[in-house]
């Protein structure tokens, strides 16, 4: 016999799933799992949807309210659907988006597209990031990273350094990280010992 399942996530502390986990039961969810997560945070760190996950069974559903309860992207989403679909495993939400029970023979066909929609956006990021790096490249722009700490502050840190000062008071009085400092300080000893 199917049974229909629940996942309920909420992300701050001045939310809570009661109000999920209601709508949930109400539309005929015999067992619910929720938490209090970030929409973030992986699979690993959200216990109650692996759990849920590894409880379904073939012709069970998952219910959620919404599909962005499923994965941090839309591409995390749609393979994860994708992954329930192969499983025998109906998905619903409680706003009306997607039911593949009520799909029928039509959901691994809706499924399939999704999931192509999913890799072209990802190849279009990935084709956009790549584009935005060789710009920045091109035009001597920013390619990340810390930026780099200037010539004067160097001295500065240097200069406190060779007056006794600790590592911790250099940090107070420029604001400079302490591996910062730590590497200013290694990169001057090396360039006088050369």
Do not use: W
């Not at 490249?137 to 160097?154: A, M, V």
């Amino acid at each position: 016999m199917s049974r229909s399942i629940g996942y309920a996530r909420c992300s701050t502390t001045h939310q809570d799933t009661d109000a999920q986990v209601t709508e949930l039961r109400s539309a005929g969810c015999q067992e619910v799992f929720a938490e209090k997560v970030s929409s973030r945070a992986p699979l690993e760190k959200r216990p109650q949807l692996r759990a849920c996950l590894e409880s379904l069974q073939e012709r069970d559903e998952l219910v959620v309210s919404k599909l962005d309860r499923l994965g941090r992207s839309q591409v995390e989403v749609i393979n994860r659907l994708s992954d329930l679909q192969t499983k025998g495993i109906y998905v619903r939400t409680l706003d009306g988006l997607i039911n593949t029970r009520g799909l029928g023979k039509l959901a691994p066909l809706v499924i399939g597209l999704l999931t192509g929609l999913a890799e072209v956006e990802r190849s279009l990021i990935q084709e956009r990031t790549k584009e935005s790096v060789e710009h920045r490249r091109r035009t001597g722009g920013n390619l990340g990273g810390r930026p780099k700490t200037s010539d004067k502050k160097e001295r500065l840190v240097i200069r406190l350094r060779d007056e006794g000062e600790s590592y911790r008071s250099i940090r107070d009085q420029t604001g400079i990280s302490l591996a910062t400092i730590q590497r200013i300080l290694k990169d001057h000893t090396t360039t006088i010992a050369a």
